[in-house]
RNA sequence: GGAGAAUUGGCAGAGUGGUCGAAUGCGGCGGUCUUGAAAACCGUUGAGGGUCACACCUCCGGGGGUUCGAAUCCCUCAUUCUCCGCCA
């Protein structure tokens, strides 16, 4: 969320740039500004009519003491009056609170200068683009197929047990997910960042800090008994670490990596964008989380945008990287580079990674903060991005490698998988 | 799952109805001393709201209550520890 004093000073900026995401913020913005006055001038009043009772609590005391009992109850009767008059202060100011946080709730966060104006990702700025698109033999295979051919995964045993978009993983397909998982989170550990193995249920507050509340319940799996939710993404709990924690300047930059199951209902997604691995409910995917110091941020998540390529590089994998259009950019994210493979056989672009800088939003919601030199309190800036997210990148895999004897494994990935085949 | 104990500032730990946002120690920061450092000594050191700045208000695990007044009493939830049960 955005802060108050924020909006209150950059109005205008605000709604020029919230433009750029299609968003038109003047109204609400109006809204919550008046709502702020509204807050402090009920505020100013009930303070000063708590400070009066807290006096006159005081010299009650005093006079009990000195047996001035008379005088005692005609103070007790004023307060009475001041605590009923006080409770209707607390409870309008309650009101007004909640009804302020929720507005300010509803405004986006502000895109970075550099986001393209657009209205879906047709619009996104294409940035960069590597490697050849290789060339399929003939009688090529889409990944559904090559996974039954292979006996790798098995969609139909998934439905079976669970259902649809719950696949299990055999042999191969099971060394090649753990290979994966295993080659990321090697990578990361060599790039300086520390591994965590998060809780996969999370509870209300940490969803709520990361921004899947209050807006997105529809797409986390949710435990009614206990109300926990389950993560959509390591990122939850791993942002959520540092909720309500003040960190010290030399603790930046903070570097994390994750692997965890990731659950997704994915309410109103149909066709065939949905085949086989290209959108699942339950994956696997390796998460890099930075917090930064504001400064820092954008030299950041450029080089997490560094980090991420070098990734598919080394799995020789032609892909493309984006920055996000205004329309396609999430709620929370102020600059995000999307990154895509194509998957020879299915002859499209598959995104298969998302790096984005968060700037405060997260940190507010979070209460994410930092003491500077002089010992003034600031919000931190989050980021995050896939590093990567498996489904996609094994269909690509499956499809980019696969050849008249079976499907080829990139060098890089050998080591891991202890085959270099699959047949 | 059952029984008991606990939860206070960065940490340790006092505080059982008013003078407590909270003793004391450690740690942090600033200073004196020193060529420099250590030690010693002096000062300072939680967060949020509010204000030009003060004043003032809120916060002692979360929520609710009793009382003129709550860190302190009551209810409730959560967490931690110990014992029993079960168990990878």
Not at 82 to 99: F, G, I, V, Y
Not at 156 to 178: C, E, H, M
Not at 384 to 402: D, F, H, T, Y
């Amino acid at each position: 969320m955005l802060q108050i004093n924020f909006i209150k000073e950059n109005k205008e900026e605000i709604i020029r740039l919230l433009a750029i995401k299609n968003f038109k913020a003047a109204e609400l913005i109006e809204e919550v500004i008046l709502l702020d006055d509204q807050r402090k001038g009920t505020q100013k009043i009930l303070d000063d009519q708590l400070a009066e009772s807290n006096k006159l609590a005081k010299q009650i005391g005093v006079l009990y003491k000195s047996g001035e009992a008379e005088k005692a109850n005609e103070y007790k009767q004023k307060t009475a009056e001041l605590k009923q008059s006080s409770k209707k202060l607390a409870d309008d100011l309650a009101l007004t609170s909640k009804t302020l946080t929720d507005k300010i709730l509803e405004i986006p966060n502000v895109p970075h200068p550099s986001v393209p104006a657009g209205k879906s990702d047709a619009d996104n700025e294409l940035i960069y683009e590597e490697g050849e698109i290789p060339a399929l033999i003939d009688d090529a295979k889409p990944h559904w197929d090559l996974a039954k051919k292979y006996d790798i995964i098995d969609f139909d045993l998934g439905s079976k047990v669970t259902g649809a978009g719950f696949p299990f993983y055999k042999n191969q397909g099971a060394r090649l997910q753990r290979a994966l998982i295993n080659f990321f989170l090697d990578e990361a550990i060599a790039a300086g960042y520390s591994e965590y193995q998060p809780p996969l249920f999370v509870n209300e507050d940490s969803a709520y800090g990361t921004g899947q509340l209050p807006d997105k319940e529809g797409q986390m799996y949710h435990i009614g008994e206990d109300n926990f939710y389950l993560i959509p993404t390591a990122e939850v709990p791993i942002t959520n670490i540092y909720r309500k924690v003040i960190l010290k300047e030399e603790d930046f930059p903070i570097k994390n990596v994750a692997y965890s199951n990731c659950f997704r209902r994915e309410a109103g997604s149909y066709g065939k964008d949905v085949r086989g691995l290209n959108r699942l409910h339950q994956f696997d995917k390796v998460e890099i989380v930075q917090v930064q110091h504001p400064e820092k941020s954008y030299e950041t998540l450029e080089s997490m945008k560094d980090y991420v390529a070098s990734l598919l590089r080394k799995l020789e994998l032609p892909f493309r990287i984006v920055r996000l259009c205004g329309g396609d950019l999430s709620f929370t994210s102020a600059l995000t580079y999307d990154f895509e493979v194509f998957s020879a056989a299915q002859k499209r672009w598959l995104e298969v990674s998302s790096v984005s800088n968060f700037e405060n939003f997260q940190a507010n919601r979070l209460k994410l903060r930092f003491k500077d030199k002089d010992g003034k309190t600031h919000l931190a800036h989050t980021l995050n991005g896939s590093a990567l997210a498996l489904p996609r990148i094994v269909a690509a895999l499956l499809e980019n490698n696969q050849n008249a004897e079976g499907i080829s494994i990139p060098s890089a990935l050998r080591n891991y998988t202890g085959f270099d085949l699959i047949s």
